[in-house]
């Protein structure tokens, strides 16, 4: 084991460091204020865009909308967009209630961690005809909407016995 020393208090004084040069004077930047509405990302629009083609009664993801959208993997993005949207009671065009969260088994439900929020969103989409099952998930299989053109998925065929 080694001891520690205590630190020897010498008369001699530090030396001078180099004198650093002057450093500009950054531009200070302000917040926005809570009144300002929030500047889309230019990409939002892309989007708004796809969920404005998602027919009245059916619901899809929203990593599906990024996919449609060109922007794969940016299903985060897809909610930011939605959630900055001003109009909850959808007279900005965007029927932002058809977008859910997926579940397994081919399911998705609302996301809106806001219970008014959410419980809107759910009302919009019964009055649309869309149905939810006891644990508040909506069937794809049945109600789902995969892009324009995409073909509704065959219902599973049983098998004939041999």
């Known amino acids: 084991m080694s001891a520690r020393r205590a630190p020897s208090k010498s008369n001699k004084k530090p030396a001078k460091k180099a004198a650093k040069a002057p450093v500009k004077a950054r ?3 302000s917040r926005a204020e ?3 509405a929030v500047e889309p990302v230019s990409w939002w629009e892309d ?3 796809v969920v404005r083609r998602i027919p009245r009664g059916r619901v899809t993801t929203y990593g599906v909308i990024a996919a449609l959208a060109g922007h794969p993997r940016s299903a985060r993005h897809v909610g930011f967009a939605l959630a900055a949207l001003k109009d909850p009671d959808g007279s900005s065009r965007v ?3 058809r977008v859910l969260g997926s579940r397994p088994r081919n399911r998705a439900a609302v996301t ?8 809107l969103q759910r009302a919009l989409l019964e009055s649309e005809g869309v149905t939810f099952d006891t644990r508040g998930n909506v069937s794809l299989d049945r109600f789902g909407w995969a892009g324009p053109g995409a073909k509704k998925p065959a219902a599973p065929r049983k098998r004939a016995r041999a």
């Open 27 to 29: 531009a200070r930047i």
């Open 34 to 36: 809570p009144d300002d």
């Open 47 to 49: 989007f708004y865009r």
């Open 95 to 97: 029927p932002w209630q």
């Open 112 to 119: 809106i961690k806001d219970p008014i929020n959410g419980a």
